[in-house]
């Protein structure tokens, strides 16, 4: 999943609730909050502007609920 240097998001939400998308960089240091709102149920998508980033690797953590999820993210400049 390289991106360079934008990606998308893209989530389902089974019931409507609160989400919060944030990233995090291999320090564990938050570099972006993406989203942090309540959210109605259904597929919803987020863009992630990295140009001001420094190449590597990147952690996004959504939680909506008591479902928190984290994905790995390959930032290639």
Avoid: C, W
Avoid at 26 to 50: E, P, Y
């Amino acid at each position: 999943n390289p991106f360079n240097p934008g990606t998308q998001i893209r989530y389902d939400l089974p019931q409507n609730g609160r989400v919060a998308i944030e990233v995090f960089n291999s320090l564990g240091q938050r570099v972006a909050t993406l989203v942090n709102k309540d959210m109605s149920a259904g597929t919803h998508t987020v863009s992630f502007d990295a140009s001001n980033l420094a190449s590597g690797i990147y952690l996004y953590k959504m939680t909506s609920g008591s479902t928190s999820i984290t994905q790995k993210m390959l930032l290639v400049k």
